[in-house]
């Protein structure tokens, strides 16, 4: 178990810069995860950390300790990779005793431990397999089993559940958990998707286009998006942005979209912000925050209705200003066509500069 | 004349109105290459076993088809059970065999692993590494022949290290002629070994290798686990066309020495030749050949057994 702390990280390849300035903290025994699109720094970000690439710029640490230069082989490091990378021209049991052979355990206790861990794993019946007609969840499990039984200081998981459907995602991100819970180390988990990083991480590390964007617990994240980029991927459908001006409505300041409305805030930071362009700013709402109502602030055309079983997205407003609520099953749907009326919940509109995209007024707790 | 909608029509009923169609016009479709295939293949075996059957040579004067007339039942099969210069010529091919095959393997190996990763001047070394393939054998043995000449260079480049003037006769001492034929074999075939080897260690995924490294384990370690493993069905296709190819070693080996001096260099296709083109006797000839021809089955059927079974997964 290890604490790692990653300072001012970059790297480029060639005049590319796939990472830049990453600077985190990951506690000992947390599950971190790296959550972003494809390409934006969270993979290079692992491998340097497992050692397979050496940074640009910055450092790691692990406890404190730069480990630049140190050979993957000796960060204790365990990495279960996208496809597993399972032996498969071996048994289970040669999978699991590969990494204490190679660092000459005696042989009672790599059968020793081989079977504590297979029996941890339920892969007890299958030691004498040979791994490769083996189905995806063993698959996973041996693979975990095999980097963990060398007892690594640090986890990292590169997007295990990705070659897996649906269905058995879901299972499987139960048994991930329950499996760190077990192994109680330091988890840094790669993935893009978001229901993985919501459903396991202890904290999730937002990242595009090689920045590290926010850090945060999983609801702090969701519900307090630093910018617009972590706002709208967040959540399914992501948050509702739209521009509006800020302007004096007598005493009380408003923020007006023009035909679509307009909403009263009391914050002066959004002044501020909307005073760097032009009076603009951009208002946010997750689209479960919205709902209809007869006399609500906002009103938007209904373009579309989304019947997704659970629920019901309804798709409003026009091309600058697309907005998407979601509403009860039971709710009676409006028309395609009809003007809808809207009430933000509260306390949930989010501010962001137009600009930089950054948030305004209420902050998280920060980045790091 | 029918038009293009027509031909579809019919193509598009033909199947259903008679659905057996389909089998035979492939059948006949087929034919004409299945017949050439047979004529290539089995007309040449039969006549061979045919004719090792019987007693004819090509001065008896009449054609091979009335080859029954000298008919001697196994004869020609019992001889070469006896004779002594085709069971010699044969250990003598299982010799180079023996002691080139697994030369080239080993020289293949250990040079795909050094080009398996980038250097500066790999691209060139690796052209100039597979030159001795493209050489035609005849060729090469001639190159051998003048390089092996007493007065020859390798005789000057040993006379510079030894520090004084040798005179090796290695084409023309029984017990050196052999060591020179192997020598042209190991420098002509082993980039091809290096060549097949190199496909197979760059076709070992890197994640599994990457893996082993991140569980502590060491290059040696990691190559003898993983690399060796997974490679071991293009180490045995490898191996299989190379064992079938120098059991053939005829080009290099007749231009250099024509399987002198005496018969100290003389193989199984040496003898063949030799027993075709100066003793003229046909039928023992093909009996040879037939007996041959078995063995390099077996081997061949040993080799694909491996390959094609599930055990060699990669």
């Known amino acids: 178990m290890t604490e790692i702390r990653l300072s001012n990280l970059g ?23 790296l959550l972003g699109p494809s390409g934006c720094g969270k993979s290079t970000t692992m491998n340097m950390i497992a050692g397979m690439l050496e940074p640009t710029t910055g450092s790691i640490e692990f406890d404190g300790r730069d480990v630049r230069g140190v050979p993957m082989a000796r960060r204790g490091v365990g990495f279960v990779f996208q496809n597993y990378a399972i032996f498969t021209h071996m048994t289970v049991w040669d999978n699991l005793a590969y990494g204490l052979k190679a660092r000459g355990t005696p042989r009672a206790e790599v059968a020793r431990r081989v079977e504590e861990t297979a029996s941890l794993l339920q892969l007890s019946p299958l030691l004498k397999r040979r791994a490769s007609g083996l189905s995806v969840n063993i698959l996973q499990r041996l693979a975990i089993g095999r980097s963990a039984i060398v007892e690594p200081a640090i986890f990292l998981l590169d997007e295990p559940l990705s070659n897996v459907d649906a269905a058995f995602r879901a299972v499987m991100r139960t048994e991930l958990k329950q499996l760190q819970r077990q192994f109680k180390q330091t988890m840094i988990y790669v993935t893009h998707d978001q229901l993985e990083a919501m459903t396991m991480a202890d904290r999730i590390a937002v990242m595009d286009h090689g920045k590290l964007l926010q850090v945060g617990t999983p609801l702090d994240v969701y519900n307090n998006p630093q910018n617009t980029f972590v706002a709208g991927f967040l959540g399914s459908p992501g948050m509702n942005l739209m521009q509006g001006h800020v302007r004096q409505d007598g005493s009380s300041t408003a923020v007006d979209f023009g035909a679509h409305g307009s909403i ?14 032009d009076g ?15 006399d609500g602030a906002l009103r938007f055309p209904v373009n579309f209705i989304e019947r997704i079983g659970s629920r019901t997205i309804v798709h409003l407003g026009d091309p600058d200003n697309a907005i998407k609520i979601i509403v009860a099953n039971q709710t009676e749907l409006p028309r ?28 998280s707790d920060g980045l790091h | 004349m029918n038009t293009i909608a027509d031909i579809t029509d019919t ?16 059948l006949w479709l087929s034919l004409p290459a299945q017949l050439l295939v047979l004529f290539i293949a089995v007309f040449p075996i039969l ?16 054609g091979w088809w009335r080859a029954w007339e000298l008919w001697n039942s196994f004869a020609n099969y019992t001889d070469l059970a006896q004779d002594n210069r085709f069971w010699s010529a044969l250990l003598r091919t299982l010799l180079v065999m023996v002691v080139c095959v697994p030369v080239e393997f080993l020289l293949g190996l250990g040079l795909a692993v050094l080009f398996v990763d980038e250097f500066p001047g790999r691209r060139f070394l690796y052209s100039v590494l597979l030159i001795p393939m493209m050489v035609v054998p ?8 003048m390089l092996f000449q007493s007065g020859g260079p390798i005789n000057d480049i040993l006379a510079f290290f030894v520090g004084q003037p040798v005179k090796i006769a290695w084409l023309s001492d029984p017990d050196l002629a052999l060591i020179a034929v192997m020598v042209a074999d190991i420098w002509q075939w082993t980039p091809l070994m290096f060549l097949i080897l190199l496909a197979g260690l760059v076709g070992v995924p890197e994640d599994q290798q990457r893996a082993a490294t991140l569980l502590g384990a060491s290059w040696w370690r990691r190559f003898i686990t993983i690399v060796l493993p997974r490679m071991k069905t293009i180490m045995i296709i490898a191996l299989a066309i190379r064992v079938i190819e120098n059991f053939k070693i005829f080009d290099t080996l007749f231009i250099m020495t024509g399987g002198g001096p005496g018969v100290a260099t003389e193989t199984i296709s040496v003898y063949i030749y030799k027993v075709t083109q ?17 063995t390099l089955s077996i081997v061949s059927a040993y080799a694909i057994r491996h390959v094609s079974s599930p055990e060699a997964d990669t």
Request: aromatic share 10%; charged share 20%.
């Open chain 2, 47 to 62: 006549m061979q076993i045919y004719i090792s059957l019987t007693d004819w040579s090509p001065l008896d004067g009449i």
């Open chain 1, 280 to 294: 603009r700013v951009q208002f946010g709402f997750r689209p479960e925050a919205a709902a209809p109502s007869q």
């Open chain 2, 278 to 294: 100066q003793e003229l006797i046909w039928g023992y000839v093909a009996a040879i050949a037939l007996a041959i021809l078995i």
């Open chain 1, 11 to 33: 790297k480029d390849f060639a005049s590319f810069t796939a990472l830049a300035d990453m600077n985190m903290t990951i506690a000992d025994g947390e599950f971190m995860a």
């Open chain 1, 336 to 363: 395609v066509g009809e003007v809808l009326s809207l009430d933000i919940t509260k306390g949930s509109e989010r501010f962001f500069e137009i600009e930089s995209g950054q948030a305004v007024g209420r902050q």
């Open chain 2, 11 to 26: 193509v598009q009923k033909t199947p259903a109105d008679r659905p057996n169609d389909e089998g035979h016009l492939g």
């Open chain 2, 138 to 145: 005849a060729v090469a043995g001639y190159m051998f022949f």
């Open chain 1, 264 to 277: 009263t805030v009391s914050d002066t930071a959004i002044e501020a912000a909307a005073a760097k362009s």
